[in-house]
Each structure stands twice: as structure tokens, then as C-alpha cells.
């Protein structure tokens, strides 16, 4: 088990015999984007540019590019690449403390890898055990929290309307000009990071345990859809295919995607199949946030998802933000319903609910102290429900917890933070009446009680 505190002490011995700053993910796991010519190892280092020039030479410099070369460099040398702080922050605590890189060297994906690692050179390419690639920013929806570098609709939007004026002197997601040029999504139909990724495939999938989707909206993608062909022709039986999908494309395309990943899946050509699916709260409040979103057709594929592929496990992504404490007792009710009726000890069906902390103004510390209250009741409404199959699991009630106690952060911020707050809250106004006037949404039918945070630009 990844988060088995018990061999964590081991793992990290294990790792701080090569040096302090060792990190198994560094090698193993990669994030490429590959609609924005862009990777990171892990997902917490921030993303870099991919020299084309490396990738001409050799396709597998899509996740060995020279920056991240002399980043294993530096771990091997017990240095600590700037990039990683978010474990160097953890390990500085006083105490004891495990951070990603002790968690990432216990995953099933690192363990098998050690020898290899550790027999390579620094600058050798290596293949990765963890891959997430996004091959296009094609989407359907424009969440609220989104950009047009992820959402080809959100694109759409701004070259239309323009970018969204807020309290800053550049317009919130403005649309991409010929000065932000490597920015901007690459054109899916001449993307020479995409060649070179279909180059490097017969050997990357040598080495591959988890292959993971993202994008854009994966099912709109024709590289999805070349993949499973791929895997249909030359079988990966080691393989767990994960992706993450809106569950609002168009119903053939889903039919589709449910026939063909659930033949994989009988077939054995996969190992397992993990969904991973974002909504934020319940009903018409999860379609404002997300844009384009149908909120009984979502449901309605959830139910087709888990009834025709009992093996395969789903994630519920729940970004929670601003907007999703209103109507979020309904969303967990519902979730309980679908676990009641679908659980069972050969998958997972997880509640993940990670708390949004950019666009700023989106972030649930914006809220008004009363939202604590709400917060409160959502908590008690969890703990009378804890189940680890059926119901809510104790980490999830956690978890709303850890949410509570950032949002409580604000009382102790000093004058520069509140000012920033001050900001958020004009941003918040600003955003959402725009976003109502062009989109012809209404935010006070829906959230009457934060009428008060609508309507602040209006009393500045
Ligand atoms: S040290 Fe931490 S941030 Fe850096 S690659 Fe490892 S897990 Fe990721």
C-alpha cells in the first residue's frame, strides 16, 4: 500500500542511502502534455518546455528531457532540484515527516524499478512505469476554474468575447495573442510531439503499469481512441488504463467507449480499468460550474459506466471550491446511493475532494465566515454516515475536515493577505457577472446566499 505508514521508515532509509534528496518519481513518472509541448516529474515540480531539438534526436526525450537529466543529477548528488519543494518543505518540518518522494518510492509502479534506476547513468533515457499524457485540449465544457490552454471551448469563448476584466491589469484568461505563442495549444493535426510520442510507443510500452488520459476530454480525441486500438491489436494484460473523462460527451461516443474498453477489459487485454470523472456539487449548481455539463445524463453514465463494467473502479474528482457547499449534502447523498447500488470488493468507487486554490476567487476561503456553519453541518452530516463501502468513508469526512480548518485560515492572515482577499472577493463579482451576461446563466437563482458577494463590485 502506497500510504503504508508502517513501511515508510523503510522506504525512506532505502532512498536516503542513495542521497537525502533521491526520488524514484523522478525517473518512473511523468506528466507530458503533449498538446502543449510540455512535461514535469511528478505532477508537483512545475511544468517545463520540451526542447523539440531533443525530441527530433530521440522521442523518449518527451519525459528525459536535459532539464530533467540534471535534475536526477543533482538528486543522485544529494542535491535539491528547486522544482521538488514541496517535499523539501514536508522533510524540513521538525519531527518526522513523509513526504511524496518516501510515498512515490513505495508505489507498486517504483518498486520493481530500483535496480534499473540505480544501474543507469545520470543522463540515460529511461522509459516511465507512471505516464499521464493529455494528446489535446479538445473539450466540450468551460468550467468555471478552466483555461483555454485545457478547453478548446473555453478557446472559443475568449476569442469571441475577449478575456474575463477582473481587478488585475490582464484579463483572466485572455485569449492567446502571437507574443504568448508556445503557450497556446498545439494544432492537433500537426503536433510533432505527438509524432514523436506514436515513435516512441513501441518501447515506452515495455515498461508501463499505469497509463493515464487526460486532456481536454480524452474521449474527444482520435489518440485516445488510436490507443485502444493499439492495445486491442497487441494486448497490455499488466496494463491499468486509467482516464479521466466530463461522462458528457455525445451518447454514441460513450456507447462506443463503454463496448470498446469493456472488451479490452473481458478480453484481458488490460488489467484494470480506473474513471476518473469531475463534479463539484449536485444538480443545476454542478452545471454552472461546470459549463456544458448535463447533470442527469451525468448521472445517467455513471450508472451505465458501473453497470456494464463491474470490474472496472471510478473516482469522483469533487474540486471543491466557492460554489460547492450549497448544494453539496444532495451530492453526497446521491454518491451514497450510487455506492449502495454498485459497491463491491472488486472495485474502488472513491470520493475525492481535493480543495481548489486557483482562480483565487473560486477558493472556498473567500466565503463568509456563516459558510463555516454550513461547513460544520456537511461534516456532522458525514461522521452519522461513515462507512467504508456504503456510505461516506472516514478519510473523506477527513478531508472536509482539513477543507474547514483552511477555510479558518483567514482569521489569523496579516493586512497583505486580507487586501489579497479583498481582491478575490471584487474578482469573484466580477468573474460571475460576466460569466452570466455572456453565457446567459443565472448565478442568483441559484445561489441566493451569496448575493451579497455578486453584487460587491457594484458597492466598491
Ligand atoms: S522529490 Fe517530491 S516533488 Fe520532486 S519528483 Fe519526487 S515526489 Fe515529486
Given amino acids: 500500500m502506497i500510504y503504508d505508514t508502517s513501511t515508510l521508515e523503510e522506504t525512506a532509509k532505502r532512498l536516503n542511502e542513495v542521497s537525502s534528496s533521491f526520488c524514484m518519481a523522478k525517473w518512473m513518472n511523468t506528466t507530458i502534455h503533449l498538446h502543449l509541448g510540455k512535461t514535469h516529474s511528478c505532477h508537483l515540480p512545475p511544468i517545463h518546455k520540451i526542447p523539440l531539438k531533443e525530441v527530433k534526436e530521440k522521442p523518449s526525450a518527451l519525459h528525459n528531457t536535459s532539464e530533467k537529466l540534471n535534475q536526477r543529477k543533482m538528486m543522485l548528488e544529494g542535491k535539491r532540484p528547486k522544482g521538488c519543494s514541496a517535499c523539501w518543505d514536508v522533510e524540513d518540518l521538525p519531527g518526522t515527516h513523509y513526504s511524496d518522494r518516501h510515498v512515490t518510492g513505495q508505489a507498486s509502479w517504483t518498486k520493481p524499478f530500483y535496480e534499473k534506476v540505480l544501474s543507469s547513468k545520470w543522463d540515460d533515457h529511461i522509459n516511465p512505469s507512471y505516464l499521464e499524457v493529455s494528446f489535446s485540449a479538445n473539450c466540450n465544457f468551460k468550467c468555471s476554474y478552466c483555461s483555454p490552454s485545457l478547453s478548446t471551448a473555453w478557446q472559443t ?112 487485454k488490460i488489467r484494470k480499468i480506473m474513471m476518473h470523472t469531475s463534479v463539484d456539487t449536485f444538480g443545476e449548481q454542478a452545471e454552472y460550474i461546470r459549463n456544458g455539463l448535463n447533470f442527469e445524463k451525468f448521472q445517467e453514465n455513471v450508472d451505465t459506466f458501473l453497470e456494464k463494467l463491474p470490474g472496472a473502479s471510478l473516482s469522483f474528482m469533487c474540486t471543491f471550491n466557492a460554489l460547492s457547499i450549497d448544494n453539496f449534502r444532495p451530492l453526497m447523498e446521491w454518491l451514497i446511493t450510487v455506492r449502495r447500488k454498485h459497491a463491491g470488493p472488486q472495485r474502488d468507487i472513491i470520493f475525492d475532494i481535493p480543495h481548489l486554490r486557483y482562480p483565487s476567487f473560486m477558493a472556498a476561503q473567500v466565503l463568509p465566515p456563516s459558510y463555516r456553519d454550513k461547513m460544520r453541518e456537511l461534516i456532522a452530516f458525514m461522521k452519522e454516515r461513515e462507512h467504508d463501502l456504503v456510505g461516506i468513508a472516514p478519510i473523506e469526512t477527513l478531508k472536509m475536515e482539513r477543507i474547514l480548518k483552511w477555510m479558518e485560515e483567514v482569521d489569523h492572515w496579516d493586512s497583505k493577505m486580507l487586501e489579497q482577499l479583498e481582491r478575490s472577493k471584487m474578482d469573484f463579482s466580477l468573474f460571475f457577472r460576466e460569466h452570466d451576461r455572456r453565457r446567459g446563466t443565472d448565478f442568483l437563482r441559484l445561489f441566493p446566499d451569496l448575493a451579497p458577494y455578486y453584487n460587491y463590485a457594484s458597492k466598491v
Avoid at 508556445?182 to 515513435?199: L, R
Avoid at 466530463?246 to 484481458?268: D, H, M, Q
Fill in 157 to 268: 469563448e475568449v476569442d469571441k468575447f475577449g478575456g474575463y476584466k477582473l481587478s488585475g491589469a490582464f484579463p483572466h484568461n485572455s485569449p492567446f495573442t502571437k507574443k504568448m505563442k508556445g503557450e497556446a495549444p498545439i494544432d492537433d493535426d500537426n503536433n510533432p510531439y505527438i509524432d514523436a510520442f506514436w515513435k516512441w510507443w513501441p518501447e515506452l510500452k515495455k515498461d508501463l503499469m499505469v497509463f493515464r488520459i487526460t486532456g481536454g476530454e480524452p474521449l474527444l480525441s482520435r489518440d485516445t481512441w488510436k490507443l485502444f486500438d493499439l492495445i486491442d491489436k497487441e494486448p497490455m494484460p499488466e496494463l491499468e488504463l486509467s482516464i479521466n473523462s466530463n461522462f458528457g460527451v455525445p451518447a454514441a461516443t460513450f456507447e462506443r467507449f463503454i463496448s470498446t474498453v469493456g472488451a479490452l477489459e473481458k478480453e484481458k
